[in-house]
Protein backbone atom coordinates (compact mmCIF):
# COMPACT_ATOMS: atom_id res chain seq x y z
CA UNK A 1 0.00 0.00 0.00
CA UNK A 2 1.40 3.23 -1.00
CA UNK A 3 2.38 5.86 2.30
CA UNK A 4 0.09 8.09 1.64
CA UNK A 5 -3.13 5.84 0.92
CA UNK A 6 -1.97 4.33 4.47
CA UNK A 7 -2.28 7.78 5.75
CA UNK A 8 -5.64 8.90 4.47
CA UNK A 9 -6.92 5.42 5.60
CA UNK A 10 -5.42 6.15 9.44
CA UNK A 11 -7.70 9.48 9.10
CA UNK A 12 -10.78 7.37 7.91
CA UNK A 13 -10.45 4.75 10.87
CA UNK A 14 -9.66 7.30 13.61
CA UNK A 15 -13.21 8.92 12.40
CA UNK A 16 -15.09 5.81 12.81
CA UNK A 17 -13.34 5.33 16.01
CA UNK A 18 -13.66 8.68 16.91
CA UNK A 19 -17.32 8.23 16.38
CA UNK A 20 -17.50 5.18 18.83
CA UNK A 21 -15.70 6.28 21.00
CA UNK A 22 -18.68 9.33 21.57
CA UNK A 23 -21.44 6.51 21.50
CA UNK A 24 -22.68 7.79 18.38
CA UNK A 25 -24.10 5.43 15.66
CA UNK A 26 -21.91 2.35 17.38
CA UNK A 27 -23.35 -0.60 16.04
CA UNK A 28 -22.99 1.24 12.46
CA UNK A 29 -19.86 1.99 12.98
CA UNK A 30 -19.14 -1.70 14.26
CA UNK A 31 -20.58 -3.48 10.82
CA UNK A 32 -18.74 -0.86 8.85
CA UNK A 33 -15.33 -2.63 10.17
CA UNK A 34 -16.53 -6.07 10.09
CA UNK A 35 -17.68 -5.22 6.69
CA UNK A 36 -14.46 -3.54 5.45
CA UNK A 37 -12.33 -6.48 6.87
CA UNK A 38 -14.36 -9.54 5.56
CA UNK A 39 -15.24 -7.97 2.10
CA UNK A 40 -13.32 -7.36 -1.15
CA UNK A 41 -14.04 -4.04 -2.75
CA UNK A 42 -15.52 -5.45 -5.55
CA UNK A 43 -17.97 -7.14 -3.53
CA UNK A 44 -18.92 -4.03 -1.65
CA UNK A 45 -19.56 -2.03 -4.99
CA UNK A 46 -21.92 -5.15 -5.90
CA UNK A 47 -24.07 -4.80 -2.37
CA UNK A 48 -23.97 -0.95 -2.95
CA UNK A 49 -25.39 -1.70 -6.46
CA UNK A 50 -27.70 -3.86 -5.21
CA UNK A 51 -28.84 -2.01 -2.56
CA UNK A 52 -29.76 0.94 -4.92
CA UNK A 53 -31.16 -1.30 -7.40
CA UNK A 54 -33.65 -3.08 -4.41
CA UNK A 55 -34.73 0.41 -3.41
CA UNK A 56 -35.97 1.36 -6.90
CA UNK A 57 -37.72 -1.88 -7.20
CA UNK A 58 -38.89 -1.10 -3.82
CA UNK A 59 -40.65 2.23 -5.03
CA UNK A 60 -40.93 2.17 -8.72
CA UNK A 61 -44.02 0.76 -9.26
CA UNK A 62 -45.65 3.59 -6.19
CA UNK A 63 -43.13 6.30 -7.61
CA UNK A 64 -42.60 5.46 -11.58
CA UNK A 65 -40.93 9.36 -12.15
CA UNK A 66 -37.95 8.01 -9.45
CA UNK A 67 -34.72 7.75 -11.88
CA UNK A 68 -31.83 5.43 -10.89
CA UNK A 69 -28.83 6.82 -8.96
CA UNK A 70 -25.48 6.71 -9.36
CA UNK A 71 -23.52 3.74 -10.11
CA UNK A 72 -20.85 2.86 -7.60
CA UNK A 73 -18.28 2.99 -10.19
CA UNK A 74 -19.30 6.60 -11.30
CA UNK A 75 -19.12 7.57 -7.89
CA UNK A 76 -15.70 6.35 -7.60
CA UNK A 77 -15.03 8.06 -10.54
CA UNK A 78 -16.36 11.22 -8.51
CA UNK A 79 -14.48 10.38 -5.99
CA UNK A 80 -11.25 10.14 -7.72
CA UNK A 81 -12.43 13.51 -9.89
CA UNK A 82 -12.38 11.46 -12.71
CA UNK A 83 -15.92 12.89 -12.72
CA UNK A 84 -16.73 16.19 -11.62
CA UNK A 85 -20.04 17.06 -9.37
CA UNK A 86 -21.75 19.06 -12.39
CA UNK A 87 -21.05 16.16 -14.70
CA UNK A 88 -22.61 13.71 -12.24
CA UNK A 89 -25.74 16.00 -11.80
CA UNK A 90 -26.26 15.89 -15.14
CA UNK A 91 -26.25 12.27 -16.33
CA UNK A 92 -29.27 12.65 -13.26
CA UNK A 93 -30.79 15.18 -15.09
CA UNK A 94 -30.44 13.68 -18.49
CA UNK A 95 -31.98 10.10 -16.94
CA UNK A 96 -34.70 12.49 -15.66
CA UNK A 97 -35.53 13.59 -18.91
CA UNK A 98 -35.00 10.36 -21.08
CA UNK A 99 -37.27 8.54 -18.66
CA UNK A 100 -40.50 7.49 -20.11
CA UNK A 101 -43.55 9.61 -18.44
CA UNK A 102 -46.40 7.40 -17.63
CA UNK A 103 -49.55 8.28 -17.07
CA UNK A 104 -50.83 8.62 -13.51
CA UNK A 105 -54.85 8.92 -13.44
CA UNK A 106 -55.39 10.39 -10.12
CA UNK A 107 -54.06 13.92 -10.18
CA UNK A 108 -53.33 13.97 -6.92
CA UNK A 109 -50.91 10.75 -7.29
CA UNK A 110 -49.61 12.61 -9.99
CA UNK A 111 -48.38 15.51 -8.92
CA UNK A 112 -46.77 13.71 -5.61
CA UNK A 113 -44.90 11.13 -7.46
CA UNK A 114 -43.63 14.34 -9.49
CA UNK A 115 -42.31 15.85 -6.10
CA UNK A 116 -40.84 12.71 -5.12
CA UNK A 117 -38.75 11.70 -8.63
CA UNK A 118 -37.73 15.65 -8.33
CA UNK A 119 -36.76 15.05 -4.74
CA UNK A 120 -35.01 11.70 -5.22
CA UNK A 121 -32.63 13.68 -7.76
CA UNK A 122 -31.86 16.59 -5.50
CA UNK A 123 -30.92 14.01 -2.80
CA UNK A 124 -28.44 12.33 -5.42
CA UNK A 125 -26.52 15.59 -6.69
CA UNK A 126 -26.24 15.97 -2.95
CA UNK A 127 -24.54 12.71 -2.41
CA UNK A 128 -22.68 13.56 -5.07
CA UNK A 129 -21.52 16.82 -4.03
CA UNK A 130 -20.24 15.22 -0.81
CA UNK A 131 -18.70 12.35 -2.42
CA UNK A 132 -16.42 15.07 -4.67
CA UNK A 133 -15.93 17.04 -1.59
CA UNK A 134 -14.38 13.95 0.13
CA UNK A 135 -12.56 13.22 -3.02
CA UNK A 136 -10.87 16.73 -3.07
CA UNK A 137 -10.14 16.20 1.07
CA UNK A 138 -8.50 12.92 0.07
CA UNK A 139 -5.97 14.60 -2.54
CA UNK A 140 -5.47 17.43 -0.55
CA UNK A 141 -4.56 14.94 2.32
CA UNK A 142 -1.66 12.76 -0.15
CA UNK A 143 -0.44 16.46 -1.50
CA UNK A 144 -0.01 17.50 2.27
CA UNK A 145 1.57 14.30 3.02
CA UNK A 146 3.97 14.43 -0.08
CA UNK A 147 4.72 17.84 0.87
CA UNK A 148 6.44 17.22 4.47
CA UNK A 149 9.94 16.68 4.96
CA UNK A 150 11.51 13.95 5.45
CA UNK A 151 11.22 13.77 8.70
CA UNK A 152 7.90 14.76 8.99
CA UNK A 153 6.89 11.42 7.11
CA UNK A 154 5.97 9.39 10.37
CA UNK A 155 3.74 8.55 13.01
CA UNK A 156 3.75 12.29 14.45
CA UNK A 157 3.80 13.42 10.95
CA UNK A 158 -0.09 11.15 10.78
CA UNK A 159 -1.42 12.09 13.65
CA UNK A 160 -0.59 15.89 12.72
CA UNK A 161 -2.61 15.08 9.38
CA UNK A 162 -5.64 12.71 11.33
CA UNK A 163 -5.98 16.42 13.53
CA UNK A 164 -6.09 18.64 11.07
CA UNK A 165 -8.62 17.15 8.81
CA UNK A 166 -10.61 15.45 11.08
CA UNK A 167 -13.20 17.97 11.87
CA UNK A 168 -12.97 18.85 7.92
CA UNK A 169 -14.49 15.10 7.21
CA UNK A 170 -16.80 15.19 9.94
CA UNK A 171 -18.21 18.30 9.50
CA UNK A 172 -18.85 17.12 5.23
CA UNK A 173 -20.80 14.10 7.20
CA UNK A 174 -22.71 15.88 9.50
CA UNK A 175 -23.45 18.66 6.72
CA UNK A 176 -24.78 16.02 4.48
CA UNK A 177 -26.74 13.91 6.76
CA UNK A 178 -28.48 17.77 8.03
CA UNK A 179 -29.20 18.30 4.44
CA UNK A 180 -31.07 15.28 3.51
CA UNK A 181 -33.39 15.29 6.65
CA UNK A 182 -33.95 19.03 5.50
CA UNK A 183 -35.24 17.42 2.25
CA UNK A 184 -36.86 14.92 3.52
CA UNK A 185 -39.10 17.04 6.30
CA UNK A 186 -39.53 18.84 2.95
CA UNK A 187 -40.63 16.23 1.33
CA UNK A 188 -42.80 14.77 3.69
CA UNK A 189 -44.87 18.02 4.39
CA UNK A 190 -45.61 18.83 0.60
CA UNK A 191 -47.12 14.94 0.53
CA UNK A 192 -48.80 15.47 3.58
CA UNK A 193 -50.27 18.92 2.02
CA UNK A 194 -51.91 16.11 -0.60
CA UNK A 195 -52.78 13.61 1.87
CA UNK A 196 -50.63 11.47 0.54
CA UNK A 197 -48.96 8.25 2.39
CA UNK A 198 -45.63 9.58 3.59
CA UNK A 199 -44.31 5.83 4.50
CA UNK A 200 -41.70 6.81 1.56
CA UNK A 201 -39.95 9.19 3.73
CA UNK A 202 -38.86 6.61 6.34
CA UNK A 203 -38.20 4.29 3.23
CA UNK A 204 -35.55 6.83 1.47
CA UNK A 205 -33.97 7.34 4.89
CA UNK A 206 -32.73 3.56 5.56
CA UNK A 207 -31.69 3.14 2.20
CA UNK A 208 -29.78 6.35 2.88
CA UNK A 209 -28.30 4.81 5.83
CA UNK A 210 -27.49 1.96 4.91
CA UNK A 211 -26.10 3.05 1.83
CA UNK A 212 -23.72 5.36 3.90
CA UNK A 213 -22.46 2.69 5.59
CA UNK A 214 -21.37 0.35 2.71
CA UNK A 215 -19.88 3.39 1.03
CA UNK A 216 -17.25 4.04 4.28
CA UNK A 217 -16.64 0.20 4.22
CA UNK A 218 -16.27 0.69 0.03
CA UNK A 219 -13.95 3.58 0.51
CA UNK A 220 -11.43 2.45 3.55
CA UNK A 221 -11.26 -0.89 1.25
CA UNK A 222 -10.05 0.90 -1.60
CA UNK A 223 -7.71 2.70 0.37
CA UNK A 224 -6.00 -0.65 1.28
CA UNK A 225 -5.65 -1.53 -1.97
Known amino acids: MKIWKKVVLTII ?3 VVAVLGVGIWQYE ?8 ATTSSENIAKEIDNSKKTFDEKVRQQYPSIIS ?3 AEEEKKLMKGELSVEEAVSILTQKYKEKPKQVVANA ?4 IDKLVGEKAIELYSLKAYYLGQLGQLEATVKSDYLS ?4 KKNLIGKQELVTKYMGT ?15 LAELKTDIEKLNGD ?4 ETIREAYKNEKNLKKAYYIKLLEE
Open 198 to 201: TSII
Open 148 to 151: LPKE
Open 13 to 15: ITL
Open 29 to 36: NIMVLVKT
Open 169 to 183: ALGLLNQCDARVEEM
Open 108 to 111: SRAE
Open 69 to 71: DLT
